[in-house]
Nanobody
Framework: QVQLVESGGGLVQPGGSLNLSCAAS????????MGWYRQRPGKQRELVAS???????EYADPVKGRFSISRDNAENTVYLRMNSLKFEDTAVYYC??????????????????????WGQGTLVTVSS
């Protein structure tokens, strides 16, 4: 089973910076798109940023120019660098990945399935 483990959340003052990381582990054949979502208090979960396997990135308008997403394909890890943090960035941040998970394998064949995996979430609090 594939798992995503996040780290790096915490308390930061407005204008400060924070780094999040998320590592995928398990029976992985390939990791495709990876991304970060967040759920602010009283709001629905929303996309923050995503990065395709070949590096193409996408950002939500509220974080453009302040956040930067990157990935290390060798380590199956995605990062989110958050600068100029605002009160409204306070949220639980979730890592997300589209993964080809190995179901079974032997010397002659390999069986896999495509799954969407979520991390457990990490809290980012922007407060003075």
């Amino acid at each position: 089973q594939v798992q995503l483990v996040e780290s790096g959340g915490g308390l930061v003052q407005p204008g400060g910076s924070l780094n999040l990381s998320c590592a995928a582990s398990g029976s992985i054949l390939n990791v495709h798109a990876m991304g970060w979502y967040r759920q602010r208090p009283g709001k629905q979960r929303e996309l923050v940023a995503s990065v395709a396997a070949r590096g193409m990135t996408e950002y939500a308008d509220p974080v453009k120019g302040r956040f930067s997403i990157s990935r290390d394909n060798a380590e199956n890890t995605v990062y989110l660098r958050m600068n100029s943090l605002k009160f409204e960035d306070t949220a639980v941040y979730y890592c997300n990945a589209d993964v080809s998970e190995i179901v079974a394998s032997d010397s002659d064949s390999l069986e896999y399935r495509d799954v969407e995996v979520w991390g457990q979430g990490t809290l980012v609090t922007v407060s003075s």
